[in-house]
């Protein structure tokens, strides 16, 4: 029971070590920013990234872009906070194992401070059967141990369940402290829209941002735009994503300001971003760092999709990866 096996290894990503390694290295090689990007990892102070948890041939390129930008001096100590895709959950949720496994190496959890959490009686145990049916934090495993390679860190794992704003708030203020010290750094994992009628969202806007043209949702059955042809679904996806990530960036928003944009944004548009909760509760734990005198920062470095929808047959998720200092 203590150790945590890599179900998702053999099917998400290969499960040979040798392989995995050099898949992970090639893609952390060809980050290549350009000059116009104003983007040069690792970032100094970087203390937190938000990165995509798809198959790694999906999403592995995209999330290079988000572990590049680390710095790993000094961290002792990693949080991961994943979505729960399985179980409903009301709450966040804690391992009860002892270590987590991956073909590049194993990681221990920091037992004393998943103990210190859960005297705070807020949080409940992610049993072994969830922990290894849930691909979010398994995900974001092997690019830890490969980051971090030789170093003595720990982690620990935050299932986070489908929680209102208050309760992200509420959670974010809880982990603020932890994710303050020097030797912590925090992973959000989150993919952004899954669209297409296999995940029951077809959101459509007709024209480019800014417009006043109302957004539409496409159906099978219905008559298509005729803006499709010069507006194809995939740009509209981009563009709506792009909305979310332009709120989600510190500054010129401030963390508060952006998590209350964010809620609204997501009541508005239902844009299927699956780790919309764990960012939630990150805005929660800036919130409380800025009310502290922190000015966090929170910049988006790289946006893909898995394929280029042009309609309604076709379906997509979205990866963005994003680097956080504070």
Known sequence: MSIRRATH??????????ELNGELTDWLEDVK???DEDYTPP?????AIIAPHAGYSYSGPTAAWAYKSIDVAGIKRVFILGP????YLDGCALSLCKEYETPIGNLPLDVATIQELKAAGHFSDMNREIDE?????EMHIPYVRKVFE?????IVPILVGAINKDKEVLFGHILAPYLAREDTFCVVSSDFCHWGTRFQYTFYYPEPLPSETPAVRLSRNGPM???LSQYPIHASISALDHEAMDLLTVPPNTASHAHDAFAAYLARTKNTICGRHPIGVLLGSLSALEQEGRQPIIKWV???QSSKCLSIRDSSVSYSSAYIVF
Do not use: F, L, Q
């Open 9 to 18: 290894a053999g099917s998400w990503y290969t499960r040979d070590g040798n």
């Open 33 to 35: 920013p350009t000059e």
């Open 43 to 47: 970032i100094k102070g970087c203390k």
């Open 84 to 87: 729960s895709h399985h179980v």
């Open 133 to 137: 049916d849930e691909h979010s934090i």
């Open 150 to 154: 030789g170093m003595d860190i720990k």
């Open 225 to 227: 735009p005729p803006t």
């Open 302 to 304: 790289r946006y893909a």
